[in-house]
């Protein structure tokens, strides 16, 4: 398998997602307020781009990193039903920057091999559900034209992000030829998970995460 130099991991570039960050952002289950983190970013960059080469060269995710705490967004409908919340998963900060750096070098992997659709819109940089919409309303417009005739099919998959399997997304993920440093990392990054629920200031237990990939996550529209 291919590794990849974990000093691509720049200080610089650290520095940088730390003065993006939104201050007013809720906080994950570390409690560090964003303001902070923008306040004191160079400092924190120095120490920061030291941990997420060994967190990468080592294949392994600090446990701290794997809690998550779910906040249930109302969706529409009868808010007495759970189905009709959406759990969000607020990770800890230190994840998060790690998991944009994780997320960008895939983008780039898949992009430089032409992997990906160039159909697909979602979660790609330079592009959105606008430059989709425009996409497909020239198309039809096109066929249209032509007195053609244009049939749709929206497929949307129950519980998407919660029943993924890890093995299956490992394995594809190896298929992919993506190097072994990488995989070994999301692998540690999806193993041991746990997660507690946050209603008004009132936590559940944890609770293990045994599939699916954490839903508000850096990381889990890609990796879905």
């Not at 099919?153 to 190896?174: E, Y």
Request: proline share 5%.
């Amino acid at each position: 398998m291919i590794k990849v130099d974990p000093d691509f991991i720049t200080f610089e570039g650290i520095f940088a997602m730390l003065l993006s960050i939104k201050s007013k952002t809720s906080c994950g289950p570390d409690n560090i307020p964003n303001v902070f983190l923008r306040r004191y970013a160079e400092s924190l960059a120095r120490f920061l781009v030291e941990i997420f080469r060994s967190s990468l060269s080592q294949g392994i995710v600090p446990k701290d990193w794997l809690i998550a705490r779910v906040v249930p967004v109302f969706k529409k409908g009868d808010n007495a039903i759970v189905t009709n919340y959406r759990p969000i998963s607020l990770t800890v900060s230190c994840c998060k920057l790690m998991e944009h750096i994780i997320s960008n070098y895939i983008l780039n992997f898949l992009d430089e091999r032409n992997i990906l659709s160039p159909f697909q819109h979602g979660f790609r940089k330079g592009l959105s559900t606008t430059t989709q919409l425009i996409t497909s309303i020239h198309s039809f417009s096109a066929v249209i034209d032509k007195s053609g005739q244009t049939d749709v099919v929206f497929i949307d998959f129950s519980k998407a992000f919660d029943r993924i399997s890890h093995s299956k997304l490992i394995f594809k993920l190896n298929l992919l030829g993506l190097p072994s440093t990488i995989v070994n990392w999301i692998k540690s990054y999806l193993h041991s998970r746990v997660q507690f629920v946050d209603i008004n200031g009132s936590h559940s237990d944890f609770l293990p995460v045994n599939s699916g990939v954490p839903q508000g996550s850096v990381l889990g529209p890609l990796l879905s």
